[in-house]
Structure formats: structure tokens, C-alpha cells
């Protein structure tokens, strides 16, 4: 019985963890891409539909004042689909052939927030869970 319990309260936490519904983003790995900072963010759909195309608009405010907006997709919104299935994990990237660079490096971005988010489930649907984002 002891047994028992013991592999029970191993395997809740997991099984709640993985139940809760929701799509957390957070930060990704920056890089550095012919001078320009190019931002990341790391998506786990906790939730139980597929997303087919997130998008996180990120204000990057520079040390100079400027700002810039960056838009980190999953996939190309009308190119081949890339869904974020139950369970799975993916990483939001700046499409550089389709965007404007940074023009600065990482070194030089202070802070970042969030002004925009864009998710959406199959036939361009809202998704209906919450999508937290921590830049």
C-alpha cells in the first residue's frame, strides 16, 4: 500500500501539470544574426486543441529610447501549416524574409512587453484557452 501511494503522489503532479489548460510562452534564446538581435519565445500548449498559428508581438525598448515591434510567429501565416499539437512544444521565431531586422544587437535591448497575440485553432478560429506570455 505504501508503494502504492508513493508512485500515486509521483504521478499527479505530472498528470495535473499536463492537464491545465492553457498555452504558456515564454523567453527563448536571442541571437545574433548579422549584427541584429534576433528574440525567441518558447510555446507549451497545455491545452487540449491544436493551435495552428500563434503569433506574439514583442515591444523591444532599446537603451537609445527607440522602440521597436517584433512579430514571433509559429509558422508562416498563409505557407505551410505547422500545429502545435496537446502536449507538444515549439518555438516562436522572427521570419527575417519577412520583416525588418532589429538593427541592433541583443546586447542593446533593455526591456520587452507584450502588445499583441494572435492565436488561432483550425479555419482561423479564436483558440479558446488562455495564452500567457512572459517575454
Known sequence: ???????????????????ANGIDVTRGG???VYGNC?????VQNKSGETIDYLQVDV???LRDGRQRIVELKSG???GAPSPIAPGASTTLRQHLDTS???????GEVAE????????E????MACASSVSVLP
Request: hydrophobic share 50%; with cysteine.
Open 100 to 106: 525588418r531586422a532589429l538593427g541592433v544587437p541583443c
Open 1 to 19: 500500500m505504501k508503494t502504492v501511494l508513493v508512485a500515486l503522489s509521483l504521478a499527479l503532479p505530472t498528470a495535473a501539470a499536463f492537464a
Open 38 to 42: 534576433v528574440p525567441s519565445l518558447v
Open 30 to 32: 536571442d541571437s545574433n
Open 76 to 78: 508562416y501565416r498563409e
Open 112 to 119: 520587452r512587453r507584450v502588445s499583441r497575440t494572435i492565436c
Open 59 to 61: 515591444v523591444l525598448a
Open 121 to 124: 485553432t483550425a479555419h482561423g
